[in-house]
């Protein structure tokens, strides 16, 4: 794929939509941050907003409610969200990449109807539920069961770190049917909130991203009907790599944006603070660390940039997603440790951000795979060819 060189020069829609986000990010996410940060409180207006804008179904198609746009325009929304507040990119992230691209791609008419409508427009917010206390990295290790009974399932089990996980209101159950088939027995399940048996377990007080509401879930006994499984029988797998797949490449720009959100702020200080009768940018062991910083963020960039384009031409983006998704992520923890360093004391205090960027850097090098699992579908990828 290094032979597909492609022209990134963005379209009027693409700058449009990319300035929406930027000045949404700057008047109506970074009011009230920090307090949100600090009392882990749910963006919920904020998330209403994004609703407003189109950014809850970025791609999905204009007759389900979405904004019909391309993968290129939603990294770009991605990064500019990210720069300021990752709790909320992340609420966007997983309802466009993981719930409304796999109800899009591979739901029932009666199924894009019934729920892709209203997750598209954001009226509703959707989860997907693939970790368990022992199925994270390790995916296939499923425990969670959907015991088919004829006209439904039967759900009992326990998913883990559910991002959205109270506020949503559609829930992407993946879970084992049939045990001696392996991963071919697993199967997604649309659950709606409020069925008899779905408990939704406490929230997990966390490092970063803390506005955004990450619970377990507990179901026992939980009936679904049939015609909430999303393709046939045994699909459930590999739905959820599929989807995981476009997913990273959103992963890739949240991190993407967060690196680059410390770096402005970092590079703004430099110029400002004085420290031996200079600006501490005029020290090369300051400019230097800039330097490092603009070069690697800018590589990121063009990983994630190539991925969306991959995605967008109808390239096999696995590899790309997964390249850009460590890669980005890997450059959001350092830029943002340096971003923190070039502050000195302000650096480790709330007001000045570049902390809160750092502890949500960390979760995009542990989600939607861990960096070691992108080198993992990397390696693979790379062997098999
Ligand atoms: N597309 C299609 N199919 C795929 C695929 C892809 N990208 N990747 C794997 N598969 C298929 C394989 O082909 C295989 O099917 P066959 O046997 O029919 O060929 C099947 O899936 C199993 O694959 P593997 O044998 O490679 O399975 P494995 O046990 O070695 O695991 C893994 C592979 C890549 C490590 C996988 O388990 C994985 O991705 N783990 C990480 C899980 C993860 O990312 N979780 C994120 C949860 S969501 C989240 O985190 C959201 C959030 O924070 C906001
Ligand atoms: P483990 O799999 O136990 O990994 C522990 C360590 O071992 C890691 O460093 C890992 O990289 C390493 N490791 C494991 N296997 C290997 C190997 N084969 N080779 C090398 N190293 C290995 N999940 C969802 O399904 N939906 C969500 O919405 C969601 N949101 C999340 C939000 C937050 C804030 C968090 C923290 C997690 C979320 N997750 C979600 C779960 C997340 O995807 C998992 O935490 C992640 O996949 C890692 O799984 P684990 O925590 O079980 O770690």
């Given at each position: 794929s290094i032979l597909n060189f492609m022209d990134f020069t963005l379209t009027e829609e693409q700058q449009m939509v990319q300035q929406a986000a930027k000045d949404f990010a700057q008047n109506?996410?970074?009011?009230g941050i920090i307090e949100r940060d600090d009392a882990q409180a749910f963006p919920k207006e904020q998330v209403k907003k994004m609703a407003e804008l189109g950014f809850?179904?970025?791609?999905?198609d204009s007759k389900y409610g979405?904004?019909?746009?391309d993968t290129l325009s939603y990294v770009l929304v991605m990064e500019e969200l990210s720069k300021i507040d990752a709790s909320s990119s992340v609420i966007v992230s997983v309802n466009n990449s993981l719930v409304c691209w796999g109800l899009e791609t591979f739901g029932t008419e009666a199924q894009k109807e019934k729920y892709l409508s209203r997750l598209a427009t954001g009226e509703i917010i959707g989860a997907f539920c693939l970790s368990e206390p022992e199925a994270g990295?390790?995916?296939?290790?499923?425990?969670?069961t959907a015991i088919d009974k004829g006209d439904h399932y039967l759900i009992n089990g326990t998913k883990n770190?559910?991002?959205?996980?109270?506020?949503?209101?559609v829930y992407l159950v993946i879970a084992q049917t049939?045990?001696?088939?392996?991963?071919?027995?697993i199967n997604a399940l649309i659950v709606e909130k409020g069925t008899d048996g779905f408990e939704i377990g406490p929230k997990e007080n966390k490092m970063?991203?803390?506005s955004s509401d990450t619970h377990s879930l507990l179901f026992n006994d939980v009936k679904v009907p049939?015609?909430?499984?999303?393709?046939?029988?045994?699909f459930g797998f590999k739905f959820a790599m599929k989807t995981l797949a476009g997913g990273r490449i959103g992963i890739a720009a949240q991190a993407l944006g967060i690196a680059a959100g410390a770096y402005e702020l970092a590079l703004k200080y430099s110029k400002e603070r004085k420290a031996f009768g200079t600006e501490?940018?005029?020290?090369q062991a300051i400019a230097f660390k800039l330097a490092d910083m603009h070069t690697k963020i800018q590589a990121a960039r063009h990983l994630v940039y190539q991925a969306a384009w991959d995605k967008d031409n109808g390239k096999d983006y696995t590899l790309s997603g997964a390249m850009a998704k460590l890669y980005a992520a890997e450059t959001a923890m350092e830029v943002a440790t340096e971003a923190v360093q070039i502050h000195?004391?302000?650096?480790?205090?709330?007001?000045?951000?570049v902390e809160r960027l750092m502890r949500d850097a960390k979760i995009t090098q542990i989600y939607e795979g861990t960096s070691e699992i992108q080198k993992i579908v990397i390696s693979r990828s790379i062997l098999k060819n």
């Open positions: 109506e996410l970074l009011p809850m179904g970025m791609m999905v979405g904004s019909g746009l990295s390790d995916a296939t290790s499923q425990k969670t770190w559910i991002t959205n996980g109270n506020s949503a209101e049939d045990v001696e088939k392996g991963h071919k027995g970063g991203i803390r049939k015609e909430n499984r999303i393709g046939e029988d045994g501490i940018c005029n020290h000195g004391g302000n650096g480790f205090v709330k007001d000045y951000h």
